[in-house]
């Protein structure tokens, strides 16, 4: 490796490392094309002259290629090896490292023919830092024109304040296209062309517009499964929090806005014996329950003025089901026998409704104060809310024996908010965010009162900020304006814009876990359909006791004569 007049071999050694380790990640499969380069991180070799590739340990496709000072035929040489296996040297994620002396538009011309643009030049004379307009699809012409620019210079300064890349873009950059993902998000992310499209988008179009870069926002659910397709589809960079699941392969910019995310359950309340039968009472109970008062009352006021004999009573009905057969007999008490009945019968209902409704309850899962801290969610029975953060809390050690059927997918804080006052089995994960109205919703209903219980302190607090794929050109410059818009407070301007009051949400009822002492009524209606029921029984045995066939008998006889 040659000394050049501004760079020394060990300053250029640094500068290698230095933009190895700014674009690649703990996962990148580098493939190097010299021996007379040390990089830090650990490298394949390819022996571009005779067409092989050694010292390769994975089996993965390289994503990173240091390419070093190749002479014209050396270039034939190592296209001719890499053009033999298309699939593994041009690929989406397929990044270039050129290190030259004289800059040759030729790379990208070859390069351009496989759709491989992310291409970096460092000029081992200068150490100045060249390189193609990064943005993918919709700026290939721009690409075609083997323009490149510089971005940056790699020398003792920059090396010393870790800056290799200036505040500024190409002013040829200028009226050019960017692709733009976001994952949709109340007030942050709201939607595109809204007036009020959310504080995130609109501040990113701010510094877009004042840098005269078009934009396109794309809407997607950004998770561990699709980051990787969306550097594959060619996106700029997307917007959302520095809770990644592929945190090696991002940067980030400084964070605009603070959020933090609490646990949120039904507030616990005390609650009265009397009170909580009147909640376990269904409507059909209630209204069983008054047709049996109706047909007590209409039965004691028979009593007195009704007093014609008939033979319909409980006895009989026992007699069709069990024997077949019906057994007249005379009673002067049809009333008595009627009052007992209503109230055997409906008792019965009511008793039964009512059991069944608290099995309802007793199967759920009912709480009081037994759900205070974090812990206790992953040891209760609850299932656990998800709107958004689902991959974050499934590779944290508290949940890792945490059963991926707890887990329940809401498309909204409406949903996770139905399920908790429906089924009461449920906590839910949202974010107490910066805006008064939010937290102020969620924490009171109609009446002033608070219906959801926050846990202390809060779960985590993710960071908003934009992300981008390591050695991105555009981060310095972008985290730079960011820095202003913080500095003079255009963002907290911005903030305080959707200061508003948001949607309404449905109220939770308390809820109590379940005691002996709310099982008196049960038993109350128990003992009274047991003691009815012996009623019956005994005077139906009386009646039956004084009845005389021979009597019976000789009456209708007489009759039919």
Request: aromatic residues 16%; contains cysteine.
């Amino acid at each position: 490796m040659k000394i050049s007049s501004l760079l020394f071999n060990l300053t250029l050694t640094r500068c290698i490392n230095f933009i190895v380790n700014k674009y690649t990640s703990p996962s990148d499969f580098i493939i190097l094309t010299s021996d007379r380069t040390d990089v830090d991180v650990p490298v394949a070799r390819i022996d571009f002259r005779k067409g092989k590739i050694i010292d390769i340990e994975s089996k993965s496709k390289p994503t990173f290629f240091i390419v070093e000072n190749m002479k014209d035929s050396d270039i034939f040489s190592y296209w001719a090896t890499v053009t033999r296996f298309p699939r593994m040297f041009f690929h989406p994620r397929a990044r270039y490292l050129f290190i030259e002396e004289d800059f040759s538009p030729f790379y990208l011309r070859l390069f351009s023919r496989f759709n491989v643009y992310n291409s970096i030049f460092l000029n081992s004379k200068t150490g100045n830092i060249y390189t193609s307009f990064p943005f993918m699809n919709t700026n290939r012409k721009l690409r075609r024109n083997n323009a490149v620019h510089r971005i940056g210079k790699c020398d003792e300064t920059s090396l010393l304040h870790d800056n290799l890349y200036p505040s500024k873009l190409p002013k040829d950059w200028q009226n050019q296209a960017m692709r733009i993902i976001f994952m949709r998000s109340e007030i942050y992310t709201k939607c595109v062309n809204c007036p009020r499209p959310g504080i995130e988008i609109e501040i990113i179009t701010l510094i877009l517009n004042q840098l005269k870069i078009f934009y396109h926002f794309y809407e997607s659910q950004m998770n561990n499964e699709n980051i990787l397709l969306i550097e594959h589809r060619g996106y700029d960079f997307f917007i959302g929090t520095a809770l990644s699941e592929n945190t090696n392969l991002l940067e980030y910019t400084r964070s605009y806005v603070d959020d933090y995310m609490s646990w949120f359950v039904p507030m616990p309340k005390k609650l009265e014996r009397w009170r909580y039968i009147l909640l376990v009472f269904t409507p059909t109970t209630w209204i069983l329950g008054f047709l049996s008062f109706v047909a007590i009352v209409s039965a004691f006021i028979l009593v007195k003025t009704y007093k014609k004999p008939a033979y319909l009573n409980v006895t009989q009905f026992i007699s069709v089901i069990f024997v077949g057969r019906i057994k007249r007999y005379r009673t002067e008490n049809i009333p008595q026998e009627f009052l007992i009945l209503c109230m055997v019968f409906l008792s019965f209902m009511v008793y039964n409704l009512f059991c069944s409704r608290l099995t309802f309850l007793l199967n759920g899962v009912n709480f009081s104060n037994s759900v205070n801290s974090f812990e206790d969610i992953v040891k209760s029975n609850l299932k656990i809310g998800i709107v958004t953060y689902e991959n974050y809390l499934e590779k944290m050690k508290d949940f890792e024996n945490f059963p991926k059927n707890r887990f329940e997918q809401c498309d909204d804080l409406d949903e996770c908010l139905r399920g908790a006052k429906t089924y009461k089995d449920i906590v839910f994960l949202f974010a107490c965010r910066p805006i008064r109205a939010s937290k102020h919703m969620i924490m009171e209903n109609e009446t002033g009162l608070p219906f959801l219980k926050e846990l202390k302190p809060y779960f985590f607090n993710p960071k908003f900020v934009v992300k981008f794929f390591k050695g991105h050109p555009f981060l310095p410059v972008l985290d730079r304006k960011l820095q202003y818009l913080i500095e003079f407070g255009i963002t907290d301007k911005i903030i305080k814009n959707y200061d508003v009051p948001p949607w309404e949400l449905p109220v939770l009822e308390p809820t109590q876990s379940l005691k002996m002492e709310h099982m008196v009524a049960p038993f109350i209606i128990l003992g009274v359909r047991i003691l009815m029921s012996l009623l019956a029984f005994s005077f139906e045995m009386r009646q039956f006791m004084n009845f005389n066939p021979k009597v019976w008998f000789s009456r209708n006889r007489s009759r039919q004569i």
